[in-house]
């Protein structure tokens, strides 16, 4: 009881004394956890993008709703699931917001998305001269792909990277305060204090560091979200599992950067 009291009341008065350098170490790491909490809401975001195992029917042109309605229920007939269906409208919104020119309504072809495997002869002959063709693969969607994973490729190594410089601006606080504490440190030394009883206050300072870092992050996570309620929000929007990964991360941070510091320390020591 008298050890941890001694621990809680050392630790506390270090962080009072090193108050700058703390907190410039946690707006560092708070910033740097935000970017990586965004880049793993994205990459969980875009895991199942674009589909697997799909059939595009390509619909030319402008099909009744009676037409449309007898291919759907042709699907269904056949217990095939349909995922959705895309409109020319919706393909073309993006580009021309609700002014859509009506001569590009009949050019841009709707499509069924349902199970893959579908061929033309699942329909006969008077719904078949409406299909354009049925595709495995959506347009553009191999290009995709290759981009999509380079780009979480990036977006992995970047994460990597960005943890490591976390991890080595904590250790280097952790070191300045051994610096700082010298005196104190060999003082417990004389008095017979062993390595372990000397660096438990510098082992929680680290936690602190990374505790505080990643509840900072997610406080401008959450802020970010708030101020910025259009696209692309939706893609980077926290959830608890973000969050809360983004806080075990920095706690994680903290006590690895810790137990490095505390070991490289022995070793100048002893060496």
Known sequence: ?????????????????????????????????????????????????????????????????????????????????????????????????????????KIVPLTIVADGGIGKRVFPAELQKYIEKISSVAPGESKIRKMAGMIRTFLIIFSITLIGGIIVITIFTIQLSFISHHEEIEILKLLGADSIFISVPLFLEGIFIGTGSGLLAVVFFILMKAAWQKYPANLISPDFATMGTTILLGIATGVISSFLSIVSRRHDETG
Not at 71 to 89: D, F, G, S, V
């Open 1 to 105: 009881m008298n050890k941890a009291k001694y621990w809680i009341g050392t630790f506390l008065s270090y962080i009072r004394k090193d108050t700058f350098r703390v907190m410039i170490t946690i707006v560092i790491g708070g910033f740097s956890l935000l970017i990586f909490a965004i880049t793993f809401q994205i990459l969980k975001n875009t895991t199942h993008y674009p589909e697997r195992n799909r059939s595009y029917i390509f619909v030319k042109g402008k099909i009744s709703k009676t037409e449309l309605k007898k291919m759907t229920e042709i699907l269904k007939e056949r217990n095939i699931k349909i995922y959705r269906i895309i409109t020319p409208e919706y393909k073309l919104r993006y580009l021309y917001g609700e002014k859509i020119p009506e001569e590009l309504l």
